[in-house]
């Protein structure tokens, strides 16, 4: 366990994997999620599962996990195929000795696999960019923000700075989300069976009530925020340690064949 001691707090890092499963499973309920961490990603995460805690965790997560049922991996997994598919045609174009951001083209994909398979839209060019450009955008200031809060200084240009990138992000997705609360308003029913219909059909057991517009879009953000940002990050540094190791380059692709 590593631990950074900082005049506002002390940070914890736990790699340990029995205590990460004390954590987040045994004694979930004795470690709720920080406060800091719902203010800092308000802006673009809204209230979803991934900052919330008690009572309204739950039936969000009630909520989640029905979509999640629904949509389960052997109908969205041919959506991801075609993701892949898409990112080989447009590595082909630059693959001729130069370099290039392999970061971008990460991001890139595993958000177009969260464009098809949460929204059954793909994710055009220009929106894929900006979204990678606004996300960088948004992590600088929000570590700025983290730290002067860390502090217990509450500076409103810190909050502001975070807030612009990541309105741009919530427009793009709150725009599709919005065409299809209206298209299942006018027709009564939804003939796509992804993650989105499963957020909107989902109806909590306890209270009897769905999702509304408003915490929908913010789960939609979550879930894209949250499932595109780690698997880039994890796919990009995957293959920088490849690209040291010719011999696992040469096991790996035997193993995938
Ligand atoms: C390499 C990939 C990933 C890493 C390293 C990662 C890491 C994490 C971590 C550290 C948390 C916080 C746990 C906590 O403090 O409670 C978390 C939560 C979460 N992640 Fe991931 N994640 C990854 C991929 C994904 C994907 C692909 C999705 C969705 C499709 C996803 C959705 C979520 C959700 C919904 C939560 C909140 C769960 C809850 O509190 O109920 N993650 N993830």
Excluded at 8 to 31: C, D, K, Q
Excluded at 83 to 108: N, P, Q
């Amino acid at each position: 366990m590593g631990e950074i001691r900082q005049p506002g707090g002390t940070v914890f890092m736990v790699n340990e994997p029995s205590w990460v499963r004390h954590i987040l499973v045994g004694e979930a309920r004795s470690f709720p999620k920080h406060d800091l961490m719902h203010q800092l990603l308000e802006p673009l995460l809204g209230v979803s599962i991934f900052t919330t805690n008690g009572a309204i965790w739950e039936r969000q997560r009630r909520l989640v996990d029905q979509a999640f049922e629904q949509a389960r991996l052997q109908l969205v997994f041919p959506a991801m195929q075609e993701s892949v598919a898409a990112l080989l045609l447009r590595l082909d174009k630059v693959a001729d000795g130069r370099d290039f951001e392999v970061d971008g083209e990460m991001t890139y994909v595993t958000a177009d696999v969260m464009f098809r398979t949460i929204l059954s839209e793909t994710l055009a060019e220009a929106d894929a960019y900006s979204i990678y450009e606004s996300f960088l955008l948004f992590q600088k200031h929000a570590q700025r923000a983290s730290l002067l809060l860390m502090y217990r200084i509450w500076s409103w240009p810190a909050r502001f700075a975070c807030r612009k990138p990541a309105q741009m992000i919530r427009r793009i997705l709150s725009e599709i989300i919005a065409r299809r609360f209206e298209e299942v308003k006018q027709s009564g029913s939804s003939p796509k069976l992804d993650i989105l219909n499963g957020l909107m059909q989902a109806v909590d057991p306890v209270a009897g009530d769905r999702f509304t517009y408003q915490e929908t879009v913010d789960q939609v953000c979550m879930l894209f925020l949250a499932g595109h940002e780690t698997s880039a990050s994890a796919l990009a540094w995957s293959l920088y340690l490849l690209s040291h190791r010719p011999d696992l380059q040469v096991r790996m692709r035997e193993e995938i064949r």
